[in-house]
């Protein structure tokens, strides 16, 4: 459901999946849009449940659509753990979207 606030729209799912069907949406566009316009795409990852809530995009049809070896990722954590931690942002990257999408 979107509703306008101002010149804003806000959108609002009814369910975690509805968030990350279109969040996968979303950053695929982006994606997109920016390797076509700069050549490349950057995106910071944070911890928590965004990742997880970015699986869609290690599955069809963004999977197949993203321009993976055009992205340049960046982690914001403000914990000193190692890369193999389970505190560990890069980890959960990993884990959750990084390797299903390292052959492309």
């Known amino acids: 459901m979107a509703c306008e606030i101002g010149n804003k729209t806000v959108l609002k799912f009814d369910t975690e999946d509805g968030v990350a069907v279109a969040l996968a949406r979303y950053i695929a566009d982006l994606s997109e849009r ?11 990852l944070s911890g928590g449940s965004l990742i997880d809530t970015m699986r869609y995009l290690a ?10 070896p055009k992205w340049s990722i960046f982690w914001l954590d403000g914990r000193v753990v190692p890369l193999d931690s389970k ?18």
């Open 34 to 44: 920016f390797i076509k316009e700069k050549g490349s795409f950057n995106v910071v």
């Open 59 to 68: 599955q069809a049809p963004y999977k197949e659509s993203v321009d993976w």
């Open 87 to 104: 505190g560990s942002n890069y980890r959960l990257a990993w884990d959750g979207l990084l390797k299903y999408v390292t052959s492309y």
